[in-house]
């Protein structure tokens, strides 16, 4: 498809508009905490049997990136203790090759949600390490950590601009007004009054909503923040398991794609219809990209979008039907320049397309748990 160079499909089974990022001139890293790190398990799995605790005892693999210059492969790695009743999220690196493989967080805060900045010269990432969730940076050896944020509400995740001159912060926002609010004289008061749906996402009451926030930063501090979703009660990214994949930079580094259901109470929780929004951070406009017309709209789960290498294109995760949270996932792919969309997995296999990424090749590559279709 002409200016899609590659497209790799893998089928693995608020309210305020600015935040309180402060421009206070950030420090360095804090002393390590004497708090008991959670680490790797030295488990012995006896009569070869596979155990609960055995299951614990795994790390479980985060996100993984690749250094600019494909050199290195940073990823994370969460560890469990079953009698503390809690996790250690951790980031580690290695060569392309998987040799020379390092620890890289050496304490017990928690550090997840690696990035690649600066030309691969730094690493930003999430660490608790202040007391609350910030964006911090550090050498790719793990050396002169660094706070970037030092916003008044934690960083859930970030997504830095392609010319590092903004960023993507990810905050809760209040969207319930709780009891002791409601009620003054009630100030220990935890419950709250259950009028509408949804109010709950597995085990996560929703009095809270994420939004995104775009912030600056000058290559020292992360400061300000507007959101993009000021004045209303949707979450972006999606609940209950939506991240950062749920937004993109275009290579200009002046819009944003992001996924969305724009419905609430009833019809928001009885309904998948998620849209892939266009914003323009020139003039704050916003273009909704799956109901450009009657012909092309799409009513399913539409996700995780993503721009082509040479930003003429745009990418995305789509379900068919509203209401079905199994429906099969295709991969489109839409033409920034006439509004063409194609759902291109679709001829090669009847199957979901569950991740993808893009690369400067001119092939398209679809991979499927039972073989792998080349186009």
Known sequence: MKGLKTIMAALVMTGAAITGCSDTPTGNAPESKAAEIIGKSDIKIENKRLTPEALWAMGRIGAVNVSPDASKILYGVSYYSVPQDKSHHTLQIMNADGSSHALLTTTADNESSAAWIKGGTKIAFLSNASGTSQVWEMNPDGTERRQLSNCDKPVEGFLFSPDEKSVILIHQIPIKESTAEKYPDLPLAK??????????????????APHPFIAQFDGNAITGGKDILEGTKYDCPNRPFGGAEQLAWSNDSKKIAYA???????????????DIYLYDTTDGSTVNLCKMSPATSNYGYDTAPTFSPDGTHLAWLSMKRDGYESDQNRLCVMNLADGTQSYISEKPFDSSVDSYCCQPTARVSISQVYGTVHQ
């Open 260 to 274: 969305c259901v724009k419905k609430m109470g009833v019809e928001y929780t009885i309904s998948t219809d998620t």
């Open 191 to 208: 419950g709250f009054v259950v009028d509408d749906l949804m109010y709950k996402h597995w085990d996560e009451w929703l009095t809270t």
